[in-house]
C-alpha cells in the first residue's frame, strides 16, 4: 500500500517561505507516476497546487506558478513544496498526493493525512 | 469561485438516494475530460470514491455511482447511510489552466 507523509513547519511567518517535504513509502518514486501537492484553506475547497513527475517534469497551477516550487528527491523516495512570500491567504492544509494518468483520466488516488501551515507574524 | 460548480449542501434520509452535479465547461468536462469524485470525512483527507467518470476503487460500496453527460457529471448516494455523512468534490482536467481543478464541495448531510 502506498503511503505518503507530509512534514515541515506549522508556522511561517508573512513574506517567508513555506517548505514542505513528502516522504513516500510502499512505492517507488523512480517507477513512474506523477506526484502532486494540493491545499485546503480553512473552512473551503481543494486547490491544486503543482505535479511533477520523476524525471522532473513540472506543472503549475497558473495562479500559483510564479511562487511555487515542485522538486523530487528519488534517492530519498520524496518530493517537495516551496511556496514564496506568502500571506495569511496561503494558511490551509497542504496535502501531498499520487496521481494517476491513464486510460481512465487524471486523479489522485493517494493521499497524505495533510499539513496544516498558519502564516502569522 | 471554482472552475467546477456543486452545489454546497444536500441532505437526505437514511435510506434515501441522493445526487450531487458537477457543472463545468468546454475547457473541462465538455472537452472530454474524465470527472473522479472524492469523499472527505471530517478532519480527513480526502478520499478516491469515483474514478474516470463512474469506476469504483476497490472497497468503495455500489451505493456510490457516476455518471457524466456533456459539460456535466453526477454522482449518486443511494440507501444513505449515517456513515456518508461528508463532503464531497469533483474535479477534472482543465486544458486551459493544463491542471487538475475541483469543484467547491459538497456538503452531505443525512437527516
Known amino acids: 500500500q502506498v503511503h505518503l507523509q507530509e512534514s515541515g513547519p506549522g508556522l511561517v511567518k508573512p513574506s517567508e517561505t513555506l517548505s514542505l517535504t513528502c516522504a513516500v513509502s510502499g512505492y517507488s518514486i523512480s517507477s513512474g507516476y506523477y506526484w502532486a501537492w494540493i491545499r485546503q484553506p480553512p473552512g473551503k475547497g481543494l486547490e491544486w497546487i503543482a505535479t511533477?513527475?520523476?524525471?522532473?517534469?513540472?506543472y503549475y497551477n497558473p495562479s500559483l506558478k510564479s511562487r511555487v516550487t515542485i522538486s523530487v528527491d528519488t534517492s530519498n523516495n520524496r518530493f517537495s513544496l516551496k511556496l514564496n512570500s506568502v500571506t495569511a491567504a496561503d494558511t490551509a492544509v497542504y496535502y501531498c498526493?499520487?496521481?494517476?494518468?491513464?486510460?481512465?483520466?487524471?486523479?489522485?488516488?493517494?493521499w497524505g493525512q495533510g499539513a496544516l501551515v498558519t502564516v502569522s507574524a | 469561485q471554482s472552475v467546477l460548480t456543486q452545489p454546497p449542501s444536500v441532505s437526505g434520509a437514511p435510506g434515501q438516494r441522493v445526487t450531487i452535479s458537477c457543472t463545468g465547461s468546454s475547457s473541462n468536462i465538455g472537452a472530454g475530460s474524465d470527472v473522479h469524485w472524492y469523499q472527505q470525512l471530517p478532519g480527513t483527507a480526502p478520499k478516491l470514491l469515483i474514478y474516470?467518470?463512474?469506476n469504483r476503487p476497490s472497497g468503495v460500496p455500489d451505493r456510490f455511482s457516476g455518471s457524466k453527460s456533456g459539460t456535466s457529471a453526477s454522482l449518486a448516494i443511494s440507501g444513505l447511510q449515517a456513515e456518508d455523512e461528508a463532503d464531497y468534490y469533483c474535479q477534472a482536467y482543465d486544458t486551459t489552466l493544463t491542471g487538475s481543478v475541483f469543484g467547491g464541495g459538497t456538503k452531505l448531510t443525512v437527516l
Open positions: 498526493a499520487r496521481r494517476y494518468t491513464g486510460y481512465e483520466g487524471l486523479y489522485f488516488d493517494f
Open positions: 474516470g467518470n463512474f
Open positions: 511533477i513527475y520523476h524525471g522532473g517534469t513540472t
